[in-house]
Every structure is written in structure tokens, then in C-alpha cells.
């Protein structure tokens, strides 16, 4: 069974940028689509970012378009996600998954990791 770890999280001022990595053990990631989510405290889980397989095709949040970009590695089994202009609302624990489209929406397809904690200060 594939197990995602993300890491790369940190505390940063607002209008900052950190780089966060998603590392796949046990297999690689395949052809998964695979995406961000993010929760901030007392929140729900939140979709983020997702990416095909190949790179070609991502899709963001309307909270994040423009300020984050999402990229993967497949030689390597890693997911990024480069955040630019980080807000304090952006404060959260960012998780990865591999995803599949519903409609509108995105679905998590495994469990989850432990997630990397991201707090912006103001």
C-alpha cells in the first residue's frame, strides 16, 4: 500500500512562499491524478490543487489560482506545490491524496498522511 508523507511546511510571514513535497513509499504514484487539500482548524478538509498524470492538465482552488502551482515528479514519486503570496487564511494542515473528478468537485481516493502544518503570520 502506498504511503504518502508531505513535508516541507513552516511558518512564514504574509507574502511569503514555501515549497511543500509529497513523497510516495511503497510504489510509485502511477498514473493517479494527485492533489493538495488543506484544514485549517475546526474546518473541513478543503480542495487545493490536482494534477494529471503527466503534468498537462492541473486545477486549483479559486482561493489559491494564481499564487500556487502544483507539479510532480514521477521519476521520483513526488508531488509539489509551490505557494507564492501566502495569507494568513492560507494557515493550515496541507495533506496529499491521489484524486479522481466528480462533477464539479475532487475526490480523495486513499487515506490520508500526517499532513504538513503551514502558518502564515500577518
Known amino acids: 500500500q502506498v504511503q504518502l508523507v508531505e513535508s516541507g511546511g513552516g511558518l512564514v510571514q504574509a507574502g511569503g512562499s514555501l515549497r511543500l513535497s509529497c513523497e510516495a513509499s511503497g510504489r510509485t504514484l502511477g498514473r493517479y491524478i494527485m492533489g493538495w487539500f488543506r484544514q485549517a482548524p475546526g474546518m473541513d478538509k478543503e480542495f487545493v490543487a490536482a494534477i494529471s498524470w503527466s503534468g498537462g492538465i492541473t486545477r486549483y482552488a479559486d482561493s489559491v489560482k494564481g499564487r500556487f502551482i502544483i507539479s510532480r515528479d514521477n521519476a521520483k514519486s513526488t508531488v509539489f506545490l509551490q505557494m507564492n503570496s501566502l495569507k494568513p487564511e492560507d494557515t493550515a494542515v496541507y495533506y496529499c491524496?491521489?484524486?479522481?473528478?466528480?462533477?464539479?468537485?475532487?475526490?480523495?481516493?486513499?487515506?490520508w498522511g500526517q499532513g504538513t502544518q503551514v502558518t502564515v503570520s500577518s
Open positions: 491524496n491521489s484524486v479522481d473528478y466528480a462533477g464539479t468537485g475532487v475526490r480523495p481516493l486513499g487515506g
